[in-house]
């Protein structure tokens, strides 16, 4: 069966944010991927810091900067093993924090 990654992506401006906040969010993306496990479609996933580095080549040289883009970011990730992108485009939309202003990509994995 094909694989497919979800990314979380979300607007970084909003962190820091309470605790309770973040909890809740955690809460809800760690009952999702449970009910993703009974359901045979949860293969993997993660959280992913805010904060991180890009590695790139400029003028021959590999160059460390921090993230341009500080406004969209990754939140996290999940690994799904579906029929098909239709399928996998079903489960994203049923992503707990949309409300939180979350975007889900959905990508195939080669």
């Known amino acids: 069966m094909p694989k497919f990654i979800l990314f979380i992506r979300e ?49 021959d040289q590999l160059m460390e900067s921090p993230l341009r883009d500080l406004e969209e970011g990754l939140g996290g990730l999940y690994i799904l093993e579906v029929a098909d992108m239709q399928e996998a485009i079903s489960v994203a939309k049923q992503c707990p ?14």
């Open 11 to 59: 607007d970084l401006r909003k962190y820091p944010i309470p605790d309770d906040q973040l909890a809740a969010l955690i809460s809800a993306h760690s009952n999702w991927a449970r009910t993703l496990v009974s359901q045979g479609k949860f293969i993997d996933g993660y959280g992913i810091a805010p904060q991180g580095m890009l590695v790139e080549k400029k003028n």
């Open 97 to 110: 924090t949309f409300d939180a202003g979350d975007i889900i990509e959905v990508r195939p994995l080669m």
